[in-house]
Nanobody
Framework: VQLVESGGGLVQPGGSLRLSCAAS????????MGWYRQAPGKQREKVAD???????NYADNVKGRFTISRDNAKNTVYLQMNDLKPEDTAVYSC??????????????WGQGTQVTVSS
């Protein structure tokens, strides 16, 4: 199973970015998908996650600014980030709880995409 992220980049404070993460490979279904981030010198933190049924959870510091969504038919999760702040600068990685055709569940990570918020 591979998770490939895209959509990172450099944006000014107050700007927006949309991240995508597409899963491919031995996939029967995917349970929870999520976005995490890690800034230099800091621990990785969960930004948001979404269940296969569409239930979402957000970190307090992104509520109201970020929106997570998914397209189950495409095995893809998105993160719409609005009103970005310099403290949002980090490497963003996606995670997926994948059930393979063996019906066993494993967690997978993408390679990460850099988001830099700076004027």
């Amino acid at each position: 199973v591979q998770l490939v992220e895209s959509g990172g980049g450099l944006v000014q404070p107050g700007g927006s970015l949309r991240l995508s993460c597409a899963a491919s490979g031995n996939i029967f279904s995917i349970n929870t998908m999520g976005w995490y981030r890690q800034a230099p010198g800091k621990q990785r933190e969960k930004v948001a996650d979404i269940t296969s049924g569409g239930n979402t959870n957000y970190a307090d510091n992104v509520k109201g600014r970020f929106t997570i969504s998914r397209d189950n038919a495409k095995n893809t999760v998105y993160l719409q980030m609005n009103d970005l702040k310099p403290e949002d600068t980090a490497v963003y990685s996606c995670n997926a709880d994948v059930i393979g055709f063996s019906k066993r569940q494993y967690g997978y990570w993408g390679q990460g995409t850099q988001v830099t918020v700076s004027s």
